[in-house]
Nanobody, 115 residues
Framework: VQLVESGGGLAQPGGSLRLSCAAS????????MGWARQGPGKEREFVAA????????YYVDSVKGRFTISRDNHLKTVTLQMNSLKPEDTAVYYC?????????WGQGTQVTVSS
């Protein structure tokens, strides 16, 4: 199983970044997918999730209206579009998948929001 994140980096406050996660080794179309993050000195928190069908989405309150999660079951990718970034969005962002009761995690990609 592999979840490989890309798209992290440095952004200015108010800017945008797009994170992508490429999945392999499990039945992607049957798995709920999502993104979590862990900021410096903070616990990991779930940021956004999308059901296997793509019909249901979840966002933590702090990113609602700014972040959008999407998936492509043919390409086996999940994307997090992050707009209106704030310094408090600075964190390592992890892609994860859940198939039945089994969880898969990527290695993470750093997002830094700073002027």
């Amino acid at each position: 199983v592999q979840l490989v994140e890309s798209g992290g980096g440095l952004a200015q406050p108010g800017g945008s970044l797009r994170l992508s996660c490429a999945a392999s080794g499990f039945t992607f179309s049957s798995a709920d997918m999502g993104w979590a993050r862990q900021g410096p000195g903070k616990e990991r928190e779930f940021v956004a999730a999308i059901s296997w069908s793509g019909r249901e989405e979840y966002y933590v309150d702090s990113v609602k209206g700014r972040f959008t999660i999407s998936r492509d079951n043919h390409l086996k990718t999940v994307t997090l579009q992050m707009n209106s970034l704030k310094p408090e969005d600075t964190a390592v962002y992890y892609c994860y998948g859940k198939e039945s009761d089994v969880e898969y995690w990527g290695q993470g990609t750093q997002v830094t929001v700073s002027s």
